[in-house]
Nanobody, 124 residues
Framework: QVQLVESGGRLVQAGGSLRLSCAASGRTFSNYGMGWFRQAPGKAREYVAAISWSGRSTGYADSVKGRFTISRDNAKNMLFLQMNNLKPEDTAVYYC?????????????????WGQGTQVTVSS
């Protein structure tokens, strides 16, 4: 059974940093792209960042570009999101997801498996 478990979310002040982790189990994910999405209260789930199967290619939403960095450790089936210079508008539940291909996309329907999410709250 495929399982994705996010961790690392918490309350942080604006300007601070967090590192989110996603532990994947149940299959080998090294052949698949992975991504991070987020959902704020009352808003639709939105793309944050994604990474190809090898880790050589990454993509970011304009709102986080230059502040967030996505990475992965295929040997450990782990996905990470380093978030710096956090802003109150980054407050959301963050989800990791596995793509249905070796590449990655920006649309949620391009991802087959999802975690339960971890809450990130940024205070002003």
């Amino acid at each position: 059974q495929v399982q994705l478990v996010e961790s690392g979310g918490r309350l942080v002040q604006a300007g601070g940093s967090l590192r989110l982790s996603c532990a994947a189990s149940g299959r080998t994910f090294s052949n698949y792209g992975m991504g991070w999405f987020r959902q704020a209260p009352g808003k639709a789930r939105e793309y944050v960042a994604a990474i190809s199967w090898s880790g050589r290619s990454t993509g970011y939403a304009d709102s986080v570009k230059g502040r967030f960095t996505i990475s992965r450790d295929n040997a450990k089936n782990m996905l990470f999101l380093q978030m710096n210079n956090l802003k109150p508008e980054d407050t959301a539940v963050y989800y990791c997801a596995v793509s249905h291909s070796s590449w990655y996309g920006v649309a949620a329907d391009q991802y087959d498996y999802w975690g339960q999410g971890t809450q990130v709250t940024v205070s002003s």
